[in-house]
């Protein structure tokens, strides 16, 4: 690296966190901040950025201010190009910015900047390979379309399930009872009221309750799991498809959860993330002469 500080970010759609490092590579202090996708909302993840760098720099006991540091990004949203171009126009209080997306910087932190597949399930999810120098990306289409397994999918799934049970459309079970539980409803006008016009990430809130129901053994929860662990396992395959022998990583709130029941055929070749997208922005922005 040539900067002497530059901070690096792994901005997703529900939180924010930011490591900043050393001219040598070395990690000085860790933070984090509030949701950071540019393309819902492009001021308010800059003001996460700034926060959790903030609490970086007040973690590393130096005293430093943003104009010092270069920030490398890894942004959710920075896969739409004119998402990350407007963020780009934006001033910003660093010395230097550099953006890519959170899924890039996470495939980079994992592979430590060399070839490989990686698949992320947090709020959203999405997933891409990194071969010869180039990204090829799968999925992270948002919640109204796409994110299948996702934190927000889960959340969604199980709201519609508890609004058809409310309306003895289907039965009760387990998981809506926990919804309602959740809201604190117990009519379908109530939980509509609550969840009509709310994000994906206030449905990902509602992913942990999905989680335990399977877990107690719920019926509709673990058909909807195994439904996206199966999404999962059908990814990965067309990732490697190309490249069988590439590696990949599953990273993010969910990959506990999925992790066993993926396909065992893909197991030979998964790795644990060498490193964190964090660190992934920063080396993708060294690689590319920008820090």
């Not at 966190?17 to 950071?36: F, N």
């Not at 996708?37 to 492009?42: G, K, Q, R, V």
């Not at 949203?77 to 963020?87: D, E, L, M, W």
């Not at 490193?275 to 922005?285: H, I, Q, T």
Request: proline share 3%.
């Amino acid at each position: 690296m040539t900067e002497k500080y530059i901070v690096g970010i792994d901005g997703g759609g529900t939180r924010c966190r930011a490591a900043l490092y050393s001219a040598d590579g070395q990690c000085l202090g860790r933070g984090s901040g509030g949701p950071a996708n540019i393309m819902s909302d492009a001021k308010q993840a800059l003001d996460s950025a700034v926060e959790a760098t903030q609490h970086a720099i007040s973690s590393s006991n130096l005293s430093l201010s943003l104009r010092e540091i270069s920030m490398a990004a890894g942004f959710a949203g920075a896969n739409i190009p004119h998402a990350k171009q407007a963020f780009l126009a934006m001033p910003t209080p660093f010395k230097k910015t550099t953006v890519i997306s959170d899924l890039h910087a996470a495939c980079v932190g994992a592979h430590n900047g060399k070839s490989g597949a990686l698949i992320i399930c947090g709020t959203g999810s999405s997933a891409t390979t990194f071969f010869q120098g180039k990204f090829t990306d799968k999925g992270g289409y948002g919640a109204m379309l796409g994110d299948n397994a996702s934190g927000a999918w889960l959340g969604l799934a199980a709201v519609r399930h508890a609004l058809l049970a409310l309306d003895d459309i289907t039965p009760s079970s387990d998981l809506s009872q926990r919804v309602c539980a959740y809201f604190n409803v117990s009519s379908g006008a109530q939980l509509i009221a609550i969840a009509v016009d709310k994000t994906p990430s206030f449905f990902g809130q509602l992913a942990p309750t999905v989680a335990l129901a399977y877990q107690d053994g719920c019926e509709f929860a673990t058909e909807l799991v195994q439904q996206g662990a199966d999404y999962l396992s059908r990814l990965a395959h067309t990732l490697l498809e190309n490249e069988p022998s590439m590696k990949w990583s599953l990273v993010g709130g969910l990959a506990e959860l999925y992790q066993p029941l993926m396909a065992s055929s893909l197991s030979s070749q998964r790795v644990c993330p060498q490193y964190e997208a964090e660190y992934g922005a920063v080396l993708y922005a060294k690689n590319k002469g920008e820090a």
